[in-house]
């Protein structure tokens, strides 16, 4: 159990595609998993990749709490997602505000799928499917990415919707968002 270093963009890592995971139920696999939510808590994200504390394998979490501090803010449930795919569901896309723990103090207004159908394995190796949209969606294609080596920044199409996070605070342009 342990808070890991998360990388930062610039790290060659976070531009890897990550491998697999083949074997279930093992401690290795357990022990990555309690890192990442250990990590993920420390630093108040909303959602980690593995690649981001270094392990190239194909394992995301999630979770969006009902949180007093962000009373407008959807609940996500808490979610370990392994080997994941995405089916989009529909193409209408929806520009949001996001930001990463691999990016810290920092923003921007990425376009997603709104609709999708996701599929992949819990800890204990059963395949799990469930549709969803909006900031769920959004969290999902988020952390998917982190696993094909693409950061958020790399989606952004307007890049004056890219700015450090007080700044677009104080000028009233992003309340708060999840870093994921
Ligand atoms: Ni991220």
């Known amino acids: 159990m342990a808070v890991r270093q998360v990388l930062r963009m610039g790290h060659p890592l976070l531009l890897q595609r990550a491998l697999p995971v083949v074997e279930f139920n093992t401690a290795a696999l357990d022990i990555l998993i309690q890192d990442m939510f250990d990590t ?43 080997n994941p795919e995405i089916e989009i569901l529909s ?7 996001e930001g990463c723990l691999s990016v810290p103090g920092m923003r ?46 790399q989606r952004i199409r307007d890049m004056s919707e890219f700015g450090f996070t007080d700044v677009l605070t104080e000028q009233g342009r992003v309340k708060k968002v999840a870093k994921a």
């Not at 909303?46 to 392990?55: F, S």
């Not at 194909?58 to 959807?74: G, H, K, L």
């Not at 193409?91 to 505000?97: I, R, T, V």
Request: aromatic residues 8%; negative net charge; glycine residues 10%.
């Open 91 to 97: 193409s209408e896309e929806q520009l949001g505000w």
């Open 40 to 82: 993920m808590a420390e630093l108040n994200g909303a959602g980690l990749a593995a690649p981001q504390i270094a392990e190239g394998f194909r394992v995301v979490i999630f979770s969006i709490d009902n949180n007093p501090r962000y009373p407008d803010a959807e609940r996500v449930p808490s979610t370990i997602l392994i």
């Open 108 to 153: 921007g207004q990425v376009p997603r799928h709104q609709h999708i159908r996701y599929r992949g394995f819990d800890a204990a190796g059963n395949l799990f499917e469930r549709e969803v949209s909006g900031i769920h969606a959004r969290v999902v294609q988020h952390e998917c990415d982190h696993l094909d080596g693409v950061l958020y920044p």
